[in-house]
């Protein structure tokens, strides 16, 4: 299969004078041309996964901790970088995200407790 990729994506961390970390999306023409830029800002904000669908819509997701926001958060963007929807979920780490066909968005992440357990899907 020889698909012609339309543009690229990756995801990162934005450190904010006095304000923390946000998490930040970034989708690339071919060449390396920006065509968005997006920051999600709620906490101290960890972007670890990216994840697309096929119409080409991005979920983003990671970890945040801050007053009130220790957790995890999941938003997505359309293909032209317009923010759709942002869920929040706690208290979790190091999530990932994959999207399942038709479009059916997942995460899944752990948590530590006492004792320690195993992974555990959220």
Known sequence: MNAKIAAQY???????????????????????????????????????????????????TGSEDGPGTDGRATVAYSSTGLSLWTNRFGPASIPAVVVLPPTQVVTCSWRWSRPPTSIMPI
């Open 10 to 60: 990756m995801v990162g961390i934005a450190g904010l004078l006095l304000a923390g970390f946000g998490m930040v999306a970034q989708a690339q023409a071919q060449g390396g041309v920006p065509l968005w830029v997006r920051l999600y800002k709620g906490g101290n904000d960890l972007a670890t996964a990216l994840a697309v669908d096929g119409a080409g819509n991005v979920f983003v």
